[in-house]
């Protein structure tokens, strides 16, 4: 840690601190920890009567964050949403409790067995992991058990509602009407060029969207920081590494790759003495020796009928396939060469190795010259990462580390707590940068291990607080923003006048896009376009229905010309049917949240 821990740990009444922040975190849990730091529980609510406190809040708060859904830097804002989502979920316990709704201790136990997340590899209920994943949630066994029945009861009423809903076939039959439904319609997107003059942006205009827009144009809290790197990388491209390493090592790596073998057997029984078979395979090695191929001496004399006829060939093998004493020869040899006698259960062998399951020397030449080179230099790259850490711990700044080690100080563009570009990217590198200790205290970073291979020591050269950009800076994003805005009400403007043209019968000439029989889910038509065609009324036999549709980036004219009837997709309808009955239900959950909200007695402090 940096000089602030290492000073505020100094004193007696720090460490007393610090050992009842452990045992009560490793006996209790994150509750026991906010109710050790955080005082009697104060009020910040109450709901008909029942106490919210502010223990609960921060416990509440403190999971989503430990939890990973919530950075810790949105804390506060998290703590009003959190606050919320515990009002709602009294008055709706207190609902289910009013109505009867009961979970007995038999009930809860088995809900929790069959969770998976409290199940091991074999489908069974884990008591440590039990207790570790809820530790890691910040719970303690009891907690977890009530909080889970407060949860179960919601979900009870929540179900009772849901499953209360339900459909009439008529209006099945409805939705899966309207939902295979086609139509078949014309759209023209008006640009620019339909309008009698050029849009004009006043200075008037642009001060009113910039301030109506500021957010848009804030500038989020930035760094600027200095930096060292330490590369083993680039301290192993300093390194020699001469062949004969090179091909030792080649050599070294292929003694246990998978290889290609052949051999002659010669066994030995009834028939042929042990010595004989010596014999036999000592007269085969000489003839070896004299030039003789292997391939057609184990057609000839090989007492294994099933690779003879293969010149012995026994396939690529791995360590283990044929027993102890024919592996040590047969990977103690290099291509081309034959061991001597090895004797195995089935007999006696000549083993030859034709071939190695590894690429040849020169292919692997730059890989092993790096793996050389990264071995050569470890141990001076360890030493000089415990020096990094040293120096930087110690330094009042960074340029003096940097010398130190003859490393590059390098400065980074303005960031933000989302990262920037290159190294300051890579992850850990922000957060570390807008810790307390580096930003605020102004303090050498903790080495970073950014990979196997570098380490990273940072420092804040610069910062500025958040703050929304003056409109000299950003006047070219504004006026860009203004016009396609005035752009768009005033193509909005001419469509609402050619819509009401063409409903008179006028002819217009536009350069009309057709699209037949469109479903509701067509992709090859701008969703805007689609949705608009689809909200018109059917046009009478003969007649042309108008309208017009608008988003973001486009103004278009829609006549519909027909609708249709399309293909029944039953698939399709079921799901849609489904999903219409899922909303009807989250309807009747939210009505019932508003009820309760707008009849109960809510206090916040």
């Given amino acids: 840690m940096l000089q602030s821990i290492r000073d505020r740990s100094r004193s007696w ?54 939890s990973g859904q919530v950075p810790p830097e949105q804390e506060r804002a998290l703590r009003g949403q959190v606050l919320d989502e515990l009002i709602g979920e009294r008055l709706l316990t207190a609902f289910a409790e009013d109505g009867g709704l009961h979970l007995s201790d038999e009930q809860l136990d088995q809900v929790i067995v069959t969770l998976p997340e409290f199940q091991n590899q074999n489908g069974r209920f884990d008591a440590d992991l039990f207790r570790n994943r809820l530790a890691s949630a ?31 076939e008529s209006e099945r039959e409805s939705l899966a009407a309207l939902q295979r439904q086609a139509r078949t319609f014309r759209y023209h997107a008006l640009s620019a060029d339909d309008l009698a003059e050029p849009v004009e942006v006043t200075e008037q205009d642009l001060v009113a969207y910039y301030e109506e827009n500021a957010d848009r144009y804030r500038r989020p809290e930035q760094v600027r920081l200095e930096y060292v790197v330490l590369d083993r990388q680039e301290m192993a491209e300093a390194v020699d590494i001469s062949d004969d390493d090179v091909r030792n090592a080649w050599e070294a790596r292929g003694r246990d790759v998978d290889r290609r073998v052949s051999h002659i057997m010669v066994g030995f029984n009834d028939e042929r003495s042990r010595e004989e078979a010596v014999s036999r395979l000592e007269s085969i090695r000489a003839q070896l020796a ?9 057609l000839r004399y090989s007492d294994d009928p099933t690779t003879a006829e293969q010149g012995g060939d ?21 291509p081309g060469q ?53 120096e930087s711990f110690a330094a009042d700044d960074l340029a003096s580390v940097a010398d130190q080690l003859e490393l590059e100080l390098h400065q980074s563009d303005w960031t933000s707590r989302d990262g920037g570009e290159g190294v300051v990217s890579e992850p850990g590198v922000m957060q ?13 970073s903790d080495v970073i291990e950014l990979d196997q291979d ?32 005035k752009q768009r009400e005033a193509l909005l403007d001419v469509a609402r006048s050619q819509v009401e043209l063409l409903r008179e019968g006028e002819e217009l000439d536009i350069e009309w896009r057709r699209v037949e029989s469109a479903a509701r889910q067509q992709d090859n038509v701008p969703r805007s376009v689609l949705q ?54 989250q309807a009747a959950i939210q009505g019932l949240q508003s009820h309760l909200r707008e009849t109960a007695d809510i206090d916040r402090r």
């Fill in 338 to 390: 034959v061991s001597d006698i090895v004797e195995t259960s089935s007999g006696l062998h000549l083993v030859k190795v034709t071939e190695l399951d590894q690429p040849a020397l020169e292919e692997m030449r730059e890989e092993l010259q790096r793996e050389l080179a990264l071995s050569e230099v470890s141990d001076a790259f360890n030493r000089r990462v415990q020096t990094l850490i040293d």
């Fill in 432 to 444: 570390e940068a807008f810790s307390d200790d580096v930003l605020v205290d102004g303090f050498n």
């Fill in 138 to 168: 910040g719970f303690t066994p009891s907690s977890f058990r009530a909080a889970l029945r407060v949860d179960l009861k919601r979900q009870q009423v929540q179900q009772g509602l849901v499953m209360s809903d339900f459909s009439l």
């Fill in 13 to 66: 009444g720090a460490k007393i601190i610090i050992g009842a922040v452990v045992v009560t975190m490793a006996l209790f849990g994150v509750e026991s920890l906010v109710g050790l730091l955080g005082g009697g529980g104060d009020e910040v609510a109450k709901v008909n009567g029942q106490t919210i406190t502010r223990q609960e809040l921060e416990m509440e708060v403190q999971r989503a964050i430990r």
């Fill in 314 to 334: 026994l396939g690529v093998i791995s360590r283990g396939f044929f027993g102890d004493a024919f592996d040590d020869a047969a990977f103690a040899l290099a």
């Fill in 290 to 298: 004299e030039g003789e191929d292997f391939a057609e001496l184990a």
């Fill in 454 to 485: 570098r380490r990273m020591v940072l420092r804040v050269a610069d910062h500025r607080e958040a703050a929304v950009l003056p409109l000299d800076e950003v006047r070219d994003r504004v006026t860009a923003a203004v016009e396609r805005r």
């Fill in 532 to 585: 608009a065609a689809f909200r018109l009324p059917h046009p009478e036999e003969g007649e042309t229905v108008y309208g017009q549709a608008s988003d973001e980036n486009r103004v278009v004219l829609i006549a519909l010309d027909s609708v249709e009837q399309g293909e029944a997709d039953t698939q399709v309808e079921n799901f849609v049917a489904r999903m219409s009955e899922q909303l009807r239900g």
